[in-house]
Nanobody, 122 residues
């Protein structure tokens, strides 16, 4: 089970940190990812991290502004979001992949959290 938290309302240029707590058995051998769904749009990939945190990947739209990290001892994955823009407004979901390596396709993720709302005002 995955539980995401940390969303909220922030002004453009501000920062938020999302966290996702996972059950230990699911977490340790799984890559983890963050996805988002903006109003009226399809769900899209944001960031992913491999099983031990040694490899990450990002969507072009967030590269250099967002940082994904994980703490396997605590079974948590985080998304630090800086320099937020109004177009980052979305519901953000954490997900656990069936693979150990970081990857983008949502079809590779078989466990999903409930989502947390991020709203960036201009």
């Amino acid at each position: 089970q995955l539980q995401a938290s940390g969303g909220g309302l922030v002004q453009a240029g501000g920062s938020l940190r999302l966290s996702c707590a996972a059950s230990g058995r699911m977490f340790t051998n799984n890559a983890m990812g963050w996805f988002r769904r903006a109003p009226g749009k399809e769900r899209e990939f944001v960031a992913a991290i491999n099983w031990n945190g040694g490899n990450t990947m990002y969507a072009d739209s967030v590269q250099g502004r967002f940082t994904i990290s994980r703490n396997n001892a605590k079974s948590t994955v985080s998304l630090q979001m800086n320099s937020l823009k109004p177009e980052d407004t979305a519901v953000y979901y954490c997900a656990a992949s069936r693979h150990v390596y970081a990857n983008r396709p949502s079809a590779n993720y078989n466990h999903w959290g409930q989502g947390t709302q991020v709203t960036v005002s201009s």
